[in-house]
């Protein structure tokens, strides 16, 4: 049956019988006994069959309903039943859609992206959009912004403060919110698509590293001579032997390693990625790694986190190992808690061992998710040893460290 139009619409006569007229896509136009038009659409959401309504025909035209159909779908694509969300969005405001604010739309907007952020991402977001967007937008409904002009000015003050890479996130963040409202059908475009091109410039780099042998020995040296906490020095200490992600290493548990078998298992929810992309990582622990568990169990073996903060029940913090870092006197130029990893890639691949164990170990993500699982197992063995030889490597270095690399 070719799709409706206008003129067929307006020629449907009521007959005194439920009737439905399809379109496409699984969108249709109900008339009711009594001759009332309504636009309705079929879908499947979890192999169960579901409808959702579009208004009524003429106050939504054809078109819209159309482009409602469209935006359901995309929905649905994401794996969210439009139902379910439609009933969301429209207890978003106390008036209804029409009057959901920025804020309210970028809070539901967050909540939704919770099942597959982290929480400290998530969190991050949050304080972007508090500090930066919403004094500005935040109390403005989101439909009466539609001006990239609007937009620009919170960024140029973003700007002001040298802030560029906020400052291109912060637009970014905007966008998904914009565009999130337009799948609801709250917002009719999303005004930051064409301020791309009006921003600074900035290109990301990569985490300050030491990468240099003679670099790295002095950098291991300082770091025996820390005069800091015991427990930001062991989780300096551990950082540099497993090469693991800051977050990863601040929030390791105690029941996450196995004394028995020499491995440390970070869990999914500490992992970096989307929660269908997070796995488990299987670190394998040096003789060296032991010690420094072994060594700090003293302080934090009773509780939760290896390297516990200062606040009862809470992880180290999130600055923990970088201010020990400033405080050895190294500037975020020259090495962050993240450079570790850069660090251990580096040299490691210098001295020849496997790229692709080496990747493994860095639980950098394969495209294909069957290789990735079937590589993890295969190179657990040879990831032990080559976790064995870089701390072997970094005693070494310190030692050459020691005698001013004379030996070298």
């Given at each position: 049956?070719?799709?409706?139009?206008?003129?067929?619409?307006?020629?449907?006569?009521?007959?005194?019988?439920?009737?439905?007229?399809?379109?496409?896509?699984?969108?249709?136009?109900?008339?009711?006994?009594?001759?009332?038009?309504?636009?309705?659409?079929?879908?499947?959401?979890?192999?169960?069959?579901?409808?959702?309504?579009?208004?009524?025909?003429?106050?939504?035209?054809?078109?819209?309903?159309?482009?409602?159909?469209?935006?359901?779908?995309?929905?649905?694509?994401?794996?969210?039943?439009?139902?379910?969300?439609?009933?969301?969005?429209?207890?978003?405001?106390?008036?209804?859609?029409?009057?959901?604010?920025?804020?309210?739309?970028?809070?539901?907007?967050?909540?939704?992206?919770?099942?597959?952020?982290?929480?400290?991402?998530?969190?991050?977001?949050?304080?972007?959009?508090?500090?930066?967007?919403?004094?500005?937008?935040?109390?403005?409904?989101?439909?009466?912004?539609?001006?990239?002009?609007?937009?620009?000015?919170?960024?140029?003050?973003?700007?002001?403060?040298?802030?560029?890479?906020?400052?291109?996130?912060?637009?970014?963040?905007?966008?998904?919110?914009?565009?999130?409202?337009?799948?609801?059908?709250?917002?009719?475009?999303?005004?930051?698509?064409?301020?791309?091109?009006?921003?600074?410039?900035y290109q990301k780099g990569q985490f300050a590293a030491l990468t240099?042998?003679?670099?790295?020995?002095?950098?291991?040296?300082?770091?025996?001579?820390?005069?800091?906490?015991?427990?930001?020095?062991?989780?300096?200490?551990?950082?540099?032997?497993?090469?693991?992600?800051?977050?990863?290493?601040?929030?390791?548990?105690?029941?996450?390693?196995?004394?028995?078998?020499?491995?440390?298992?970070?869990?999914?929810?500490?992992?970096?990625?989307?929660?269908?992309?997070?796995?488990?990582?299987?670190?394998?622990?040096?003789?060296?790694?032991?010690?420094?568990?072994?060594?700090?169990?003293?302080?934090?073996?009773?509780?939760?986190?290896?390297?516990?903060?200062?606040?009862?029940?809470?992880?180290?913090?999130?600055?923990?190992?970088?201010?020990?870092?400033?405080?050895?006197?190294?500037?975020?130029?020259?090495?962050?808690?993240?450079?570790?990893?850069?660090?251990?890639?580096?040299?490691?691949?210098?001295?020849?061992?496997?790229?692709?164990?080496?990747?493994?170990?860095?639980?950098?993500?394969?495209?294909?998710?069957?290789?990735?699982?079937?590589?993890?197992?295969?190179?657990?063995?040879?990831?032990?040893?080559?976790?064995?030889?870089?701390?072997?490597?970094?005693?070494?270095?310190?030692?050459?460290?020691?005698?001013?690399?004379?030996?070298?």
């Amino acid at each position: 049956m070719p799709p409706l139009t206008e003129v067929k619409l307006r020629a449907i006569k009521p007959t005194g019988k439920i009737e439905r007229f399809s379109d496409s896509g699984g969108l249709y136009l109900e008339v009711s006994k009594a001759g009332g038009k309504h636009w309705r659409w079929k879908y499947r959401f979890e192999k169960k069959e579901k409808r959702l309504s579009f208004g009524p025909w003429p106050e939504t035209t054809l078109k819209e309903a159309r482009e409602r159909r469209d935006a359901a779908r995309k929905l649905l694509r994401t794996g969210v039943d439009p139902g379910t969300r439609s009933k969301q969005v429209r207890a978003i405001g106390p008036a209804g859609e029409a009057s959901a604010t920025f804020e309210e739309v970028a809070t539901e907007f967050i909540r939704n992206q919770r099942n597959v952020w982290a929480e400290s991402h998530a969190k991050r977001v949050e304080g972007r959009l508090r500090l930066d967007v919403y004094p500005h937008i935040g109390h403005r409904p989101i439909a009466s912004v539609t001006e990239p002009r609007d937009i620009l000015v919170i960024i140029r003050k973003i700007e002001a403060r040298k802030a560029f890479d906020c400052a291109h996130r912060v637009l970014g963040i905007c966008s998904r919110v914009f565009r999130y409202g337009v799948t609801l059908g709250i917002v009719s475009s999303d005004p930051c698509r064409d301020l791309k091109g009006a921003l600074v410039p900035y290109q990301k780099g990569q985490f300050a590293a030491l990468t240099k042998p003679e670099e790295v020995g002095r950098l291991m040296l300082a770091i025996d001579n820390y005069k800091g906490t015991v427990v930001v020095r062991a989780a300096l200490v551990f950082s540099a032997l497993t090469f693991c992600r800051p977050c990863e290493v601040r929030r390791a548990e105690w029941r996450e390693v196995d004394f028995n078998k020499n491995i440390w298992t970070v869990s999914k929810q500490t992992m970096k990625g989307t929660w269908k992309t997070r796995a488990e990582h299987h670190v394998p622990l040096s003789r060296q790694a032991i010690e420094v568990l072994e060594g700090i169990r003293p302080y934090s073996g009773t509780g939760k986190y290896i390297f516990p903060g200062t606040k009862k029940g809470r992880p180290l913090s999130e600055n923990g190992v970088n201010g020990a870092i400033r405080n050895m006197g190294y500037t975020d130029e020259q090495m962050t808690a993240h450079g570790f990893r850069a660090m251990a890639s580096t040299l490691l691949n210098e001295l020849a061992y496997r790229h692709d164990v080496i990747e493994a170990q860095l639980a950098h993500k394969d495209s294909n998710q069957i290789r990735a699982i079937y590589n993890r197992a295969e190179y657990m063995a040879e990831r032990r040893h080559l976790m064995q030889a870089w701390a072997d490597y970094l005693d070494e270095l310190r030692a050459l460290a020691t005698k001013g690399f004379s030996g070298s």
